[in-house]
């Protein structure tokens, strides 16, 4: 039944009984954010260019520490050459699948990279074969054993690329059917703010051993590129200097925060290392902040390089691969989904429509799939960093992330130019995470916003996933032996699901509000459905570019779960006005059945206009 024929079911009273409880959860909330450039705005092409630099220099720490954290498991330790090929075909995967995803996916200005959770999966299906790496064997012996670098070793890290790369895109799979099946976007019905509040919390609150553990590397420069930020980004926002060539004033620091911080703090080092103000012993507190550490990588990176698919042969695929990446590739969605909602809270844009949810989550199972073919190591998500960025920043344009994956391709192929990055101390990538991942729980926790913080339902609703999905994940990463089922298969699955504190967090939380008693406003769904700048929803932000008009004049697209003129919102807007037309009449049936019982009288009175 459709919505207008549901409509026809409510009396004018009962409209007006749903119309006065729709503005009443909705007054004194405001979602309209200070942004400077929105979603479809274009900012001039010179802002645009360093504003897609600065995105993708927010990226490059995480994007660059991935091949790194798996080198050991996938026995590319020694052979640099390779790691730099291995770090320019995520750098180019990275960018391609963040213009796919941004041009037709879910229409935001996410950027997308390799994901963490596929670590854990990696780490388990490489430990299963002592072969995959003899040099980490302690009985091997290391006189017969291939000479890092050679033709010998790079096949053994090659095999190993190759069993993660056809794994990788059967599970990918998974991703393609949950989002252009609809399957995650009918799941949106059922989930509001009091799930999506822990989730993205959840993923900022995650992160804070990577953070913590850069910054520790030189606490002087990690706080000081935290001030820098907080200085340009804070203080100095509404300060707009004149730009002569331009003829007009521009707000700098609020625009560039990111990248003067960074740049700044990365001259300071540079000049602390040859003063050698910075220790040169390696065992020393403070080695990390030198600038030279990486210089290496600069001389034995290649000028250009193409990546290209099957690049290291032919893919593999196994059964422990499989399992365990499709482990990755379900706490993955969890979190895009998450950062969807952040993103456009973010930027200004509505809430995303279960059509562009579904379509989002499509177009990243493909970038997976290409990961694979290309042989990036891991599957691709969206990063919470980035989306942390625009809420420092307040430039939540589309081209710029465009242009910031562009920017990402040609850097992938240029080998010394990306290599030049890797210099960039640990210590200000930790101040950068600092910065980024509080924004990113800020966002999570103004969620709440829109629902009862009266209601101790609520409450326990998002309190209690919260902490669940920090301690049970965190105690299975430091005990993974702890899960032993007899099959390990199973083991690592289970490892990697309660492992991620997103998916646990994420699943609680969906699980108690859906489950425990509560009605469309205390939950804050009428209010979720309903936000946006202008009291409307402009779903326009996610058409399709060009084709959107003749796909509206295909009557059969309606159908389809991935397209922009599938709308569920009537859908949600029916089941509201079910809950309230359920309470309406409840009340007025406990106020003539009940007629001493003050209560009923009450809860009926609760629901007059």
């Excluded at 498991?73 to 391609?96: A, M, N, P, R």
């Excluded at 699948?97 to 490489?126: D, E, H, K």
């Excluded at 699901?497 to 859906?514: E, V």
Aim: proline share 5%.
């Amino acid at each position: 039944m459709d919505s207008s024929n549901h409509s026809q079911h409510f009396s004018a009273p009962e409209e007006q009984v749903y119309d006065e409880q729709r503005k009443k959860s909705t007054a004194g909330k405001s979602s309209k954010l200070d942004i400077l450039y929105g979603v479809t705005d274009r900012p001039p092409w010179y802002l645009c260019l360093l504003l897609g630099f600065q995105q993708f220099l927010t990226a490059f720490g995480a994007t660059f520490a991935y091949p790194v954290l798996i080198k050991d498991s996938i026995c590319i330790d020694g052979d640099d050459v390779g790691l730099g090929e291995l770090i320019s075909t995520v750098i180019f995967v990275s960018g391609f699948s963040t213009i796919l995803q941004v041009t037709f996916g879910v229409r935001l200005p996410i950027i997308q990279s390799v994901s963490y959770s596929f670590i854990t999966p990696i780490f388990v299906v490489m430990s299963l074969d002592k072969a995959n790496c003899p040099y980490t064997d302690s009985t091997a012996n290391a006189t017969l054993l291939p000479e890092k670098g050679s033709d010998a070793h790079q096949e053994i890290w090659h095999n190993n690329i190759r069993q993660l790369q056809g794994s990788l895109m059967v599970a990918s799979l998974l991703s393609v059917v949950v989002g252009f099946s609809g399957i995650i976007g009918f799941l949106m019905k059922y989930i509001g703010p009091l799930t999506v509040a822990p989730t993205i919390s959840l993923i900022a609150l995650s992160l804070f051993e990577a953070a913590s553990f850069k910054g520790s590397r030189h606490w002087y420069i990690c706080f000081m590129t935290i001030f820098l930020v907080a200085l340009f980004s804070q203080y100095l926002r509404n300060v707009s200097i004149p730009v002569p060539c331009l003829r007009q004033r521009i707000k700098i620091f609020a625009l560039f925060p990111v990248l003067l911080a960074v740049v700044l703090s990365w001259v300071i080092c540079v000049i602390l290392t040859e003063t050698d103000v910075f220790p040169s012993d390696s065992t020393k507190w403070g080695y990390e902040a030198r600038t030279d550490i990486q210089s290496e990588v600069l001389k034995e990176s290649k000028w250009f390089r193409f990546p290209y698919p099957g690049q290291w042969g032919v893919p593999k695929i196994t059964l422990a691969g499989t399992l365990g990446m499709l482990a990755a590739v379900f706490a993955s969605i969890i979190e895009s989904v998450g950062d969807y909602y952040a993103c456009a809270r973010l930027s200004g844009a509505p809430s995303p429509p279960g059509s562009a949810i579904s379509r989002g989550i499509g177009i990243e199972g493909i970038t997976c799939i290409l990961a694979g073919a290309w042989g990036t190591g891991g599957g691709n998500t969206s990063y919470s960093e980035n989306i942390g960025a625009i809420g420092i920043t307040k430039v939540g344009s589309r081209i710029v992330v465009q242009i910031a994956g562009i920017i990402m391709v040609l850097l992938g192929c240029l080998g010394k130019f990306g290599a030049l990055f890797v210099t960039i101390p640990e210590p200000v990538i930790g101040g950068l995470f600092f910065v980024m991942f509080g924004m990113v729980g800020a966002v999570g926790i103004s969620n709440l916003q829109f629902v009862d913080l009266n209601s101790s339902r609520n409450l326990f609703v998002f309190g209690v996933p919260l902490f669940f999905g920090l301690s049970v994940s965190s105690w299975v990463n430091q005990n993974p032996e702890a899960i032993n089922t007899g099959d390990s298969n199973a083991d690592q699955v289970l490892r990697v699901l309660f492992g991620t504190s997103m998916f646990l967090g994420g699943a609680l939380a969906f699980l108690l509000d859906n489950t425990i008693p509560g009605t469309a406003e205390e939950r804050g769904l009428i209010s979720w459905n309903n936000m946006s700048d202008d009291g409307e929803k402009d779903l326009s932000v996610y058409d399709l570019p060009l084709i959107q008009p003749i796909l509206n004049k295909l009557p059969f697209m309606k159908y389809m779960p991935f397209c922009p003129g599938f709308d569920t919102k009537s859908s949600k807007i029916d089941q509201q006005k079910n809950d309230i037309e359920q309470h309406f009449y409840e009340g007025m049936n406990k106020g003539f059945s009940d007629e001493n019982d003050g209560d009923s009288s009450l809860e009926f009175k609760e629901m007059k206009p």
